[in-house]
């Protein structure tokens, strides 16, 4: 019991450390090794939990610092052209996916796109969510989602755990 204690803790610190740094701390290497430690399946899954709670606590405070410190956040950069067709219709699709975060409630699409597959990326999405007018509850509630339904897949996925 005290083993799994411990893992859900880290578990916890690893969500909000990937929600707030998410360059050094990647969650979705830390679900993969999961399986390599854990034997029991309801183990994985609370622990898998423990870090999309986390993961949303962390977002939720980066989508308020980005509400209390600005009225709207604009990229000004410009970006060369891809030089692969491929890449360049994933860009045009977060592009797309981005210019719905103006819009209160279709800006969930993008919060789910985002957290379940990672395009665009949630730590963009995030900020530009939280300086544009989508509703904290609705952001996170997607995010929620996404995060348990990709965690859950890459840890059921590539350890070869059935349900059944």
Known sequence: MGGDLALFGAAFAVGIGSAL???FINAELFVGSLGATVDSRVTLVLAIVCLVIATVIGKAFVFQLARTGSRKIRSSVERKPPRNKLFAQV???SDWLLTLL???YAGAITAFASSLTGIPPLAIVTILAGASRQPQWLFLSMV???RLLQFLAIAFVLHGISWF
């Open 21 to 23: 740094l998410p360059i």
């Open 91 to 93: 860009r045009r699709l």
């Open 144 to 146: 929620f989602i996404g």
């Open 102 to 104: 103006d819009r209160p």
